[in-house]
């Protein structure tokens, strides 16, 4: 399958600090790129869609001016959490989709994740 | 979307026998499913997808049932091994992605 890579894993921080994650697809191109945040023993939650050249779409509770997404090429998204604080502790995944064509059509709408990030809030 | 934050269902089983793991869509109009397996600290990872002009499909050790009637989609792990304890998760696609609650899966030695 195709491969999308996050970075950095973990991350230990500050509280009040910013944290910025990224996520690139390796072998293909993401007009879309999805960000969740996913709680121990819980689902994942769609926080946000990253459009690449347009302004990402955040699902309903997420501060946008608290978590930027940028997607300014067709293989990066960035999460950025500003001023982190203890309660943002969680595991951010992100996931890309192919564009439509690119994919097989049996698996055209199908995401492939990265391998998430630990952030840890002091 | 609309994954919500449950806490996860778990389910046990022995190794070498075979694992069944359920999920209940919500969207009639959803027309395309995927099961994921996420191992603790990574990403999911894709398993196995099913389309609902579907309604069986079978891949290497596993097999997903789709019932439209029902909304009720299904994973089989044949023979399940250690390797298989992780936590699976359905997601289904109409005009959004939505993650189900998830399954833990342990296999007992």
């Known amino acids: 399958g195709a491969v999308v890579s996050q970075h950095p894993s973990w991350v230990i921080c500050k509280s009040g600090t910013s944290v910025k994650i990224e996520c690139r697809s390796l072998?293909?191109?993401?007009?879309?790129m999805f960000w969740y945040r996913q709680f121990p023993k819980q689902s994942l939650m769609l926080m946000a869609t990253?459009?690449?050249?347009?302004?990402?779409?955040?699902e309903q509770g997420v501060e946008k001016d608290k978590f930027l997404i940028n997607h300014a090429s067709l293989t990066l998204s960035t999460l950025t959490v500003t001023s982190a604080h203890p309660e943002d502790s969680s595991f951010y995944i992100c996931?890309?989709?192919?564009?439509?064509?690119?994919?097989?059509?049996?698996?055209?709408?199908?995401?492939?994740f990265g391998a998430g990030t630990r952030l840890s809030v002091l | 979307g609309e994954s919500v934050g449950l806490h996860l269902p778990t389910l046990s089983v022995q190794e070498g026998d075979n694992s069944i793991i359920n999920c209940a869509y919500s969207n009639s109009a959803s027309d395309y499913f995927i099961w994921y397996k996420q191992e603790s600290g990574k990403g999911p990872q894709f398993i196995i997808d099913i389309r609902s002009n579907m309604d069986k499909r079978q891949g290497q050790r596993v097999t997903v049932l789709l019932n439209k009637t029902v909304k009720h989609l299904s994973l089989q792990i044949a023979a399940t091994q250690p390797g298989d304890s992780a936590v699976y998760f359905c997601a289904e696609f109409g005009n959004q992605f939505y993650f189900g609650t998830g399954t833990s899966l342990t296999v007992i030695p």
């Open positions: 990253s459009n690449e050249g347009s302004k990402a779409t955040y």
């Open positions: 072998d293909f191109q993401a007009t879309t």
């Open positions: 996931s890309a989709r192919p564009p439509v064509g690119a994919a097989k059509k049996s698996a055209k709408n199908i995401q492939y």
